[in-house]
């Protein structure tokens, strides 16, 4: 069977997530529960899907780090494919990513999660443990600025995972290993872009954290993901990744910067065969800020409790939401109506950036991905619309030649 008849079952499926390991068979995430299919899978064959899904350019690196982090489209379905190399030869986790365009509605989440991406600058943290939709969270607000206002958003994503069709905004996607070395690399970059909106896909390094909160202090506003498990504790992981002497300055900024904390977990629903997000969202109401200023973080349960009137939700009054609301999202039997937007508002028109020599390791590391390019002009008075396509930079300098 071929990767891309496997991934299209496991999409029928509603699998969330696909592994593949030599001498064992397809095991599929499906509402949050593994489950193993069909007969085990040989080596030479995994090693021959992998090959094929990174190309010979990507292989050495693939050889030299002996894992490879990318997205594809495949069969129709966005993916995100993490490739690695175990004790039985190679293995691949491949997340299936939303067949729709990632929106606060068709999500399930609560609209007073707009608000958290309505202020020019500030800091937006989406936490959650792995599998949460946290990309998927962060997507759905870069949405709903693409939608409804005309800002410059710069994304660092490691992968790309979902790609955006530039509406009134105008967006640039880079992607670490292929557009950019580091998470680092791209920040300090980012501010010299003139950006209104920066998204970072992954917060783990100390660098990557005071990087982000620097641009959340200068002006930009600033969204970004931490694996937590409570709001709480996403805001007491990025103050205990610095030494003791600089935790002061740093919960001073996430102080000074904060908009929201979103902490999320999915819930499956029998009664509609889907798992929905349930959230924890703290916001920074005058004692919460006080809070982690003094670095109290324990206090913050606390003040979660008696937010309400600041729009702060803790999760038994979410799950209590959830239990009222009747119009949920139900992918494939809910219509769902074209991304539309008022025709008297044009975006900002994408021009073909210029092609760059990559270093010699980076070049190595580029993956096929999601490259915009300029397409003829439509007609006039419509909204311009900007497609992104599959082939990456080597494949539109083919072009050019």
């Not at 349930?278 to 809070?291: G, H, N």
Request: proline share 8%; net charge neutral.
């Amino acid at each position: 069977m071929s990767l891309e008849a496997l991934i299209a079952d496991a999409h029928q499926q509603g699998a969330s997530d696909l592994h593949l390991e030599a001498g064992l068979p397809a095991a599929l995430r499906i509402r949050g529960t593994l489950r193993v299919a069909g007969e085990p899978f040989a080596a030479p064959t995994l090693a021959r899907f992998a090959h094929e899904l990174v190309g010979p350019d990507a292989w050495p690196f693939f050889l030299e780090r002996r894992s490879f982090d990318f997205s594809r489209t495949i069969a129709g379905v966005r993916c995100r494919i993490n490739m690695l190399h175990t004790s039985r030869g190679i293995g691949l986790a491949i997340r299936l990513l939303a067949p729709f365009q990632a929106t606060l509605e068709r999500l399930n989440l609560h609209p007073d999660l707009k608000n958290l991406v309505v202020p020019t600058h500030g800091l937006v943290l989406i936490s959650g443990p792995t599998g949460s939709g946290k990309s998927s969270t962060l997507a759905a607000l870069i949405q709903e600025i693409n939608v409804t206002e005309a800002r410059h958003v710069v994304t660092i994503e490691s992968p790309i995972e979902y790609t955006f069709r530039p509406r009134r905004a105008f967006i640039r996607q880079r992607e670490v290993g292929r557009d950019t070395p580091s998470f680092e690399q791209g920040l300090l970059d980012a501010l010299r872009e003139d950006p209104d909106v920066l998204m970072v896909g992954e917060m783990r390094e100390p660098e990557t954290m005071r990087l982000t909160l620097n641009a959340a202090e200068t002006g930009h506003l600033v969204l970004a993901t931490v694996h937590s498990g409570t709001c709480a504790e996403a805001l007491q992981r990025i103050a205990l990744a610095f030494p003791p002497e600089i935790q002061g300055n740093i919960c001073a900024q996430l102080a000074d910067c904060l908009l929201g904390v979103v902490c999320q977990r999915l819930l499956f629903r029998p009664d509609l065969n889907i798992r929905v997000p349930e959230c924890e969202i703290l916001r920074p109401s005058t004692s919460v800020k006080a809070f982690i200023r003094s670095r109290d973080f324990f206090k913050l349960p606390q003040a979660l409790e008696t937010g309400g009137e600041h729009s702060m939700w803790t999760f038994d009054r979410y799950q209590k939401w959830l239990a009222r609301r009747t119009n949920f999202f139900i992918p494939g039997k809910t219509a769902d109506a074209p991304d539309a937007e008022p025709a008297d508002v044009s975006p900002a028109a994408a021009v073909p950036l210029p092609a760059t020599t990559a270093g010699p390791k980076t070049a190595g590391a580029a993956a096929k991905g999601a490259v915009m390019v300029a397409p003829p002009p439509p007609p006039t008075g419509g909204p311009i619309e900007i497609e992104p396509v599959e082939g990456g930079l080597g494949e539109i300098i083919k072009k050019l030649k």
